[in-house]
Antibody
Framework: QLQLQESGPGLVKPSETLSLTCTVS??????????WGWIRQPPGKGPEWIGN???????FYNPSLKSRVTISVDTSKNRLSLQLHSVTAADTAVYYC???????????WGQGTLVTVS | AIQLTQSPSSLSASVGDRVTITCRAS??????LAWYQQKPGKAPKLLIY???SLESGVPSRFSGSGSGTDFTLTISSLQPEDFATYYC?????????FGQGTRLEIK
């Protein structure tokens, strides 16, 4: 069964870069069946989609974050990464790693990790 | 981006009640809609995908319907564990977007 585990600093200073890693087990980031991505949820608010990456390396980002975000995969370690630059307090959220079928249909979410910008 | 509007924003109901939550898209999304249940401190749990397909392991009291711009999530007989917040998500076109949520509370 596919499992996704987020990891990274829980506290980031304003103007710095938020960096998170998602370790994938029970599946391969090289799979053509799935795409991989990140979703975040500010405290007390609904989820916000950040972006996806496909096996081909193609990426799709939320226009609201596109200028500051990079999603990448490391096939040798079977994990994906998120970098969000120039963070502010508005970027404080629980960040979820997520998989979806290549059609876009949602598949699985990790348990999430809280990142506070302060 | 496609906007999703859920109604109601909150709802009080009793165990055994039939409950319906609606999600309206700002433009047609075919059947590319999912529903999630979220409990405090937990990740959202996928209930329904492709508007009406029940995710494996989800009780049959949950059902979804709709296509185009109007969708519904129905819980046929509320159980104590169903009190949570529910979100819809469209995956027809990037960026994926979510509704603002419906909080289902015990009456």
């Amino acid at each position: 069964q596919l499992q996704l585990q987020e990891s990274g600093p829980g506290l980031v200073k304003p103007s710095e870069t938020l960096s998170l890693t998602c370790t994938v087990s029970g599946g391969s980031v090289s799979s053509t069946t799935y795409c991989w991505g990140w979703i975040r949820q500010p405290p007390g608010k609904g989820p916000e989609w950040i972006g996806n990456i496909y096996y081909s390396g193609s990426t799709f980002y939320n226009p609201s974050l596109k200028s500051r975000v990079t999603i990448s995969v490391d096939t040798s370690k079977n994990r994906l990464s998120l970098q969000l630059h120039s963070v502010t307090a508005a970027d404080t959220a629980v960040y979820y790693c997520a998989s979806a079928y290549s059609s876009g249909r949602p598949h699985h979410w990790g348990q999430g990790t809280l990142v506070t910008v302060s | 981006a496609i906007q999703l509007t859920q109604s109601p924003s909150s709802l009080s109901a009793s165990v055994g009640d039939r409950v319906t939550i609606t999600c309206r898209a700002s433009q047609g999304i075919s059947s590319a809609l999912a529903w999630y249940q979220q409990k405090p401190g937990k990740a959202p749990k996928l209930l329904i995908y492709d508007a009406s397909s029940l995710e494996s392991g989800v009780p049959s009291r949950f059902s979804g319907s709709g296509s185009g711009t109007d969708f519904t999530l129905t819980i046929s007989s509320l159980q104590p564990e169903d009190f949570a917040t529910y979100y819809c998500q469209q995956f027809n076109s990037y960026p994926d977007t979510f509704g603002q949520g419906t909080r289902l509370e015990i009456k």
